[in-house]
């Protein structure tokens, strides 16, 4: 690996790979899910916010059951992206498939029952700050199906448990961590059970060991569930043991994607310096 990541963090990935066992992408690779449609893509996608061209002819196709990791720059479009695979931001022109069907062609109702299957975790990971950790975790449960409160109880205790949070039901979220309350708001987008999971950036801004933990998390829920999850992160190059697909976003451009191991050996002068975090190359900002 470190051949790949000429330069980067000093620690080295094979090290990082005994940190964090069973998950460096050899091990991930060997449980790849083998079914090869894809459950998302994004087909010429193009979209303009305020006169800005903000995704500029987008193809992508998302592999289903397992982890596909969105990389790139800051602006370069990848929580427009993931606002778009909800349906969440309309193309101007392209199309948004989950599983072949054109979500932009959706009824209202129709868009409503298909986000019934993603669980959505936004880039500040918000809880209802006038919520107990318990309320907010419930609240998908109480406000989409037709529970009884002794089921929500054990689904909500069942996921607190998950995300290492067993005894948190009863506090209100400014009496947690930074971490605390993105472990939160991951139970919260899990407690549906749903078959695509979506994060955006769930550990930026927390220390290296709650980043790890967090990233270890979602690998161990990924493996005993085995939904499709895409997340964004900018967790370079610590992400690279924890995804079987990285897609590097440029300038509102898909730059690459594909397999991890692929991406990280990709000759794109562009790719190389962002996966290595080298300041010299074709992003200059000195
Ligand atoms: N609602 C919006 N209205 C207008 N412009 C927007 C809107 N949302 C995003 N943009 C613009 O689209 C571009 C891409 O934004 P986006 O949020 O996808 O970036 P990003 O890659 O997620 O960056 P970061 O890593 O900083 O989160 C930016 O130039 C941003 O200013
Ligand atoms: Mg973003």
């Given at each position: 690996?470190?051949e790949i990541?000429?330069?980067c963090a000093?620690?080295?990935?094979?090290v990082?790979?005994?940190i964090?066992p069973?998950?460096a992408?050899?091990g991930?690779?060997?449980i790849?899910?083998?079914d090869?449609s894809?459950?998302?893509?994004?087909?010429?996608?193009?979209t303009?916010?305020l006169?800005q061209?903000v995704?500029?002819?987008?193809t992508l196709?998302?592999?289903?059951r397992q982890?596909?990791?969105?990389?790139?720059?800051?602006?370069?479009?990848?929580?427009v992206?993931l606002?778009h695979m909800i349906?969440?931001?309309?193309?101007?022109?392209?199309q948004v498939?989950?599983?072949?069907v054109?979500?932009n062609l959706l009824?209202?109702?129709g868009?409503?029952?298909l986000?019934?299957r993603?669980?959505v975790?936004?880039?500040?990971?918000a809880l209802f700050?006038?919520?107990?950790?318990?309320?907010n975790?419930?609240?998908p449960?109480?406000?989409?199906?037709k529970?009884?409160?002794?089921?929500?109880r054990?689904?909500?205790t069942?996921?607190l448990a998950l995300v290492?949070l067993?005894?948190?039901g009863?506090?209100?979220p400014d009496?947690?961590?930074?971490g605390?309350?993105r472990?939160?708001a991951?139970?919260?987008?899990?407690v549906?059970?749903?078959?695509?999971?979506?994060?955006?950036e769930?550990?930026t801004g927390?220390?290296?060991?709650i980043r790890n933990?967090?990233?270890?998390?979602l690998?161990?829920?990924?493996?005993?569930?085995?939904f499709?999850m895409?997340?964004v992160?900018?967790?370079?190059?610590?992400?690279?043991?924890w995804?079987h697909?990285l897609v590097?976003?440029r300038?509102g451009?898909i730059?690459?994607?594909?397999?991890?191991?692929?991406i990280?050996?990709?000759?794109d002068p562009f790719?190389?310096?962002?996966?290595t975090?080298d300041?010299a190359g074709?992003?200059s900002l000195?």
């Amino acid at each position: 690996m470190s051949e790949i990541l000429p330069g980067c963090a000093p620690i080295g990935l094979e090290v990082m790979s005994e940190i964090l066992p069973g998950c460096a992408p050899i091990g991930l690779e060997s449980i790849r899910n083998q079914d090869s449609s894809p459950i998302i893509r994004l087909v010429g996608v193009e979209t303009t916010l305020l006169g800005q061209k903000v995704l500029d002819g987008v193809t992508l196709d998302i592999p289903p059951r397992q982890i596909t990791v969105i990389i790139g720059l800051s602006g370069a479009g990848k929580s427009v992206i993931l606002r778009h695979m909800i349906g969440l931001t309309r193309p101007d022109r392209g199309q948004v498939l989950v599983d072949g069907v054109d979500i932009n062609l959706l009824s209202r109702k129709g868009l409503y029952a298909l986000r019934d299957r993603f669980g959505v975790m936004f880039q500040t990971g918000a809880l209802f700050e006038s919520m107990t950790v318990f309320d907010n975790v419930a609240f998908p449960l109480r406000e989409k199906t037709k529970s009884g409160e002794g089921e929500i109880r054990e689904k909500v205790t069942q996921v607190l448990a998950l995300v290492g949070l067993p005894d948190t039901g009863g506090k209100y979220p400014d009496e947690l961590s930074g971490g605390m309350v993105r472990r939160v708001a991951l139970a919260r987008a899990m407690v549906m059970d749903p078959e695509i999971i979506f994060f955006d950036e769930p550990t930026t801004g927390l220390d290296p060991i709650i980043r790890n933990s967090i990233l270890k998390l979602l690998c161990d829920t990924w493996r005993e569930f085995s939904f499709t999850m895409v997340m964004v992160s900018h967790d370079i190059p610590e992400i690279f043991n924890w995804c079987h697909n990285l897609v590097v976003v440029r300038a509102g451009k898909i730059a690459a994607a594909g397999p991890t191991a692929s991406i990280l050996a990709s000759e794109d002068p562009f790719v190389q310096q962002l996966v290595t975090g080298d300041f010299a190359g074709p992003v200059s900002l000195l």
